[in-house]
């Protein structure tokens, strides 16, 4: 038929949900063969052949789907969830990471981010990720997701590397120094505009990085009695009572951040901050 290419795909779908499987593949296949550049069409053949378990087949009739339209981002979730059950978490990584680059729709960029977040910390690529995403965060600096999923990655990250440098692992340093390198902007201008749990990693990494460019904000957050958070409550008049506790731990670890990373020219904020009271 003349509007076969069309019809087979919806066949297809009718003759899964009446458990014909073998009629759903016929059909896919046929609705391909009229329409070889039809990703719908491709899509569907795709998904019958993953309901009959054929997951090689299945995965080329989705990487053909893509190749005819490479915006069809839920397919690069489909096809990175068959590599995974293939045991080919990599090039799984790679089709999250591509949808993190190019997706228009923050939320899937979220979605597929954390993702790879999750896949490449069981891989051990994180730092492969991470010099993928800092130029994202960079280059978007007006979308604050992308520097978020950095601080996401940091915290997975960054984190462990900062605990086996404080138990004398020298081997991470040269990759806390790269990360200062990279991060310092992103971590900087979360101790300004971040969530409480943001700025918790924010002020631990950059002590641990041991960048002195980070001491001057460190030096403010530590002697901000309001504090961002405060500041930020207040304008929602929120009661601060319950979060002044919070407050005073980021300050104690912002102050002891700030020693970490300081020069002799930040001596003076260190002799105000050793002075100065919390009220």
């Not at 915290?155 to 590397?161: E, I, Q, V, W």
């Amino acid at each position: 038929p003349e509007r076969g290419h069309e019809l087979y795909p919806q066949i297809a779908e009718l003759s899964l949900q009446l458990y014909r499987d073998a009629d759903a593949l016929s059909y896919a296949k046929r609705a391909v063969q009229l329409g070889p550049s039809d990703a719908a069409a491709t899509v569907r053949l795709g998904e019958v052949l993953e309901k009959r378990e054929d997951l090689d087949g299945a995965t080329q009739a989705y990487e053909r789907a893509l190749e005819i339209d490479d915006r069809q981002w839920k397919v690069y979730f489909t096809l990175a969830r068959l590599r995974i059950r293939l045991g080919q978490e990599a090039r799984a990584a790679e089709l999250y990471r591509t949808v993190m680059r190019r997706a228009p729709d923050e939320e899937m960029v979220i979605d597929a981010a954390r993702r790879a977040i999750d896949l490449e910390e069981y891989l051990g690529s994180l730092g492969e990720l991470e010099r993928e995403l800092s130029p994202l965060a960079y280059a978007h600096a007006d979308k604050p997701v992308y520097r978020n999923l950095l601080i996401e990655l940091y915290d997975r990250y960054g984190t462990p590397l900062a605990a086996r440098a404080a138990e004398g692992d020298a081997s991470v340093r040269p990759e806390l120094t790269r990360l200062g390198e990279h991060g310092l902007r992103p971590l900087l201008d979360v101790l300004v505009d971040g969530e409480a749990h943001e700025m918790r990693v924010a002020v631990a990494l950059l002590g641990a990085i041991g960048n002195p460019s980070a001491a001057p904000a460190l030096f403010r957050l530590a002697l901000d009695r309001r504090g961002p958070a405060a500041a930020a409550a207040t304008a929602m008049a929120t009661p601060l009572r319950e979060d002044r506790a919070g407050r005073v731990e980021l300050r104690e670890l912002a102050a002891l951040a700030a020693a970490e990373v300081a020069t002799p020219k930040e001596l003076p904020l260190l002799q105000k901050l050793y002075a100065e009271p919390e009220k």
